[in-house]
């Protein structure tokens, strides 16, 4: 008689398509930061920051939704502190933790909030979408971001640049 264990059961895996995405800082602070998902929806992030950051201040890495939401600190995923140098830091790489980039509708590339229907927009041209009232403030702007990468400084916003799916 065969007898099967539970332990050679199978077990569902996500399956996500791999993607690739990149935050790049061209302003207070010069750097990049990619992050990479595999086929079962675990995300690495690797990056390097040039200059731009001032000795002896404590910086955290955050993802935000559009609204400056932050989603996830990933700053220890990263070991982002050990990596810093004078005005910079060294290369730092890290799994992010209950981080996917588009695997499912908490996917980090889904995080945005969604124009309002056709038609309620409050802008003096009614017949053009370019502009719409943003849900997470009282002004208009001009396009969605969906998450960004935001480096705090001092539990500061200190720099910003959104993900963007290659």
Do not use: W
């Amino acid at each position: 008689m065969n007898q099967r264990s539970v332990l050679d059961e199978r077990h569902e895996e996500k399956k996500c398509t791999p993607t690739f995405a990149v935050s790049e800082f061209n302003s207070t602070v010069v750097a990049i930061i990619a992050y990479f998902q595999d086929k079962t929806g675990k995300t690495k992030a690797a990056g390097l920051i040039k200059s731009g950051l001032k000795p002896g201040h404590r910086y955290d890495v955050v993802i935000t939704n559009d609204c400056g939401m932050i989603l996830k600190n990933i700053t220890s995923d990263l070991g982002f502190a050990s990596a810093l140098a004078g005005d910079g830091s060294g290369p730092f790489t890290g799994t992010l933790k209950d981080v996917n980039l588009n695997c499912d509708s908490n996917g980090v590339l889904n995080a945005y909030t969604p124009k309002p229907p056709a038609g309620s927009s409050n802008s003096s041209d009614s017949s053009s979408d370019y502009y719409y009232k943003d849900p997470c403030k009282t002004y208009y702007r001009k396009r969605d971001e969906g998450a960004e990468t935001r480096i705090f400084e001092d539990g500061s916003s200190y720099a910003q640049a959104p993900i963007l799916s290659l």
